[in-house]
């Protein structure tokens, strides 16, 4: 059966050579040539199911991780074309083979990487496209912009050891993107070591005090390291420099709660209700902070003549948590930090 598989791959390959990518209706072969056919093999065996049964694949027939598809095409076959062609039409997944095929062709040509990129995230094949930022990294050793990116990627994955690795060869590259640092520090919130990411967002905005998103992002880990009069202050400029963003908004209002500012929360978190109705975080913690109100409140005086009643004990809330709280909201990553080249990417 391996043998089979294996022959059964080169024959389709090959036809694809041919044809511009035709594909096997065998779902044996199929599985074997599927466009993650490159993956690192963890167990040390790839199962492919057919009607009789998993077939186990050694290690030796699987190929490395790798943007670039090999293929055994003949000379003249321009697999660059063939995918253009194939995404004109919508076939994306047959232009992404063809894309990777032509990368094979040529591992340093920008166009071609790029062009696979492009197809792998829209196809949903993060996990290639982050190889194709790795590959456009190695073409210029010089430039961080790929590494940036696939940071962002790696966030977006929920990879945040990739993002780190990422943005710290970015760093070595480039000390003075405040991207990088701003990338990194995002990375070390969601693995809660937050002094580590403070320092790091910290760097970002004294390499870029102007970007209203990286600040949010300082005081979003101020408030979980439980420094609510920092957080404050960052949040107030990023209010300022971004007015229409509502999370902001709720974590300055979170920042004022804690800081016993009821009247500026309330404000804080109604703008944010406003810019984004329906806005859940923000809704709960206007309920907390009119339950906090109530809770407060002096005991009414007694009507009857009997002697005043000793009043009522206050109940002092206990104090919050933010990191077990979910009513500061960690702004998702296409908001979090967006640039010309994130914003532009999302577009294509």
Do not use: W
């Not at 032509?102 to 990487?113: G, K, N, T, Y």
């Not at 990023?238 to 902001?248: E, G, K, S």
């Not at 009119?290 to 005043?308: G, I, M, S, Y």
């Amino acid at each position: 059966m391996l043998r089979r598989i294996q022959a059964a791959a080169v024959a389709v390959v090959l036809a694809g050579c041919d044809s511009g990518g035709a594909k096997s209706a065998d779902p044996v072969v199929q599985a074997a040539i599927a466009p993650t056919e490159n993956r690192v093999l963890q167990s040390g065996r790839a199962e492919i199911p057919d009607a009789g049964g998993p077939v186990a694949l050694s290690v030796e027939s699987v190929e490395e991780p790798a943007l670039a598809l090999r293929h055994e095409c003949g000379e003249g076959v321009d697999h660059l074309k063939r995918a253009r062609q194939l995404a004109a039409s919508g076939d994306e997944r047959g232009a992404l083979l063809e894309a990777r095929r032509a990368v094979f062709d040529a591992p340093a040509q920008v166009e071609r990487i790029e062009l696979a990129i492009k197809l792998a995230r829209r196809v949903g094949e993060g996990g290639l496209a982050r190889l194709g930022y790795q590959a456009l990294s190695k073409v210029n050793a010089a430039d961080s912009a790929p590494l940036l990116k696939m940071a962002r990627l790696a966030l977006q994955q929920s990879d945040p050891e990739g993002a780190i690795a990422a943005a710290s060869e970015a760093i070595r590259r480039n000390g003075g993107v405040a991207e990088a640092f701003n990338l990194r520090g995002r990375a070390e919130i969601q693995l809660k070591r937050l002094s580590v990411a403070i320092v790091d967002l910290e760097r970002a905005v004294e390499l870029d005090g102007g970007n209203g998103f990286t600040l949010n992002n300082l005081g979003y880990a101020y408030l979980l390291a439980g420094k609510p009069q920092q957080a404050a202050e960052t949040l107030e400029e990023a209010v300022r420099l971004q007015p229409h963003v509502a999370y902001i908004h709720n974590n300055l209002g979170v920042a004022y709660r804690q800081l016993g500012r009821a009247e500026d929360s309330r404000e804080q978190l109604t703008r944010a209700l406003e810019l984004r109705p329906g806005y859940v975080n923000a809704a709960v913690n206007k309920g907390k902070l009119a339950r906090l109100a109530t809770n407060a409140a002096p005991a009414p005086a007694p009507v009857q003549e009997a002697p005043a009643l000793e009043p009522a004990e206050v109940r002092v809330p206990a104090p919050e948590t933010v990191l077990a709280n979910p009513t500061v909201e960690s702004p998702p990553p296409a908001e979090e930090s967006q640039g010309a080249g994130e914003a532009s990417e999302q577009q294509q």
